[in-house]
Nanobody, 133 residues
Framework: QLQFVESGGGLVQPGGSLRLSCAVSAPISGFTLDYYAIGWFRQVPGKDREGVAFISSSGRVTRYADSVKGRFTISRDSAKNTVYLQMNNLKAEDTGVYYC??????????????????????WGQGSQVTVSS
């Protein structure tokens, strides 16, 4: 079972920036996140959870929702078993609870091409992001 610690959420004004972190661990010796693809999702009350950014297990391939392209950057630090979501030029519509999720797929550079919420089996607890003046 994976354990997630999400941090970095909060209240920010429109146009501001936040960086979400998602540190993942497991109660096994030598655990590494390197085998897992990661997704960041967000949810607004009354709406379905939306995938906003994905990164392959290798870190070479990323994919973004159209609504965040050019503003959000997903990255990962293998040594720290941590994934980040840098969010710039935030808008009111970016408000929501942000979740990171992990799953092992086939390890190819295409593994995050079409994945969505139902493909991920391990989820963090969520972090609230509020964009408001």
């Amino acid at each position: 079972q994976l354990q997630f610690v999400e941090s970095g959420g909060g209240l920010v004004q429109p146009g501001g920036s936040l960086r979400l972190s998602c540190a993942v661990s497991a109660p096994i010796s030598g655990f590494t996140l390197d085998y897992y693809a990661i997704g960041w999702f967000r949810q607004v009350p009354g709406k379905d959870r939306e995938g906003v950014a994905f990164i392959s297990s290798s870190g070479r391939v990323t994919r973004y929702a159209d609504s965040v392209k050019g503003r959000f950057t997903i990255s990962r630090d293998s040594a720290k078993n941590t994934v980040y979501l840098q969010m710039n030029n935030l808008k009111a519509e970016d408000t929501g609870v942000y979740y990171c999720a992990a799953e092992i797929f086939d390890g190819s550079d295409y593994e995050v091409d079409s994945v969505g919420e139902r493909d991920f089996g391990f989820w963090g607890q969520g972090s609230q992001v509020t964009v408001s003046s």
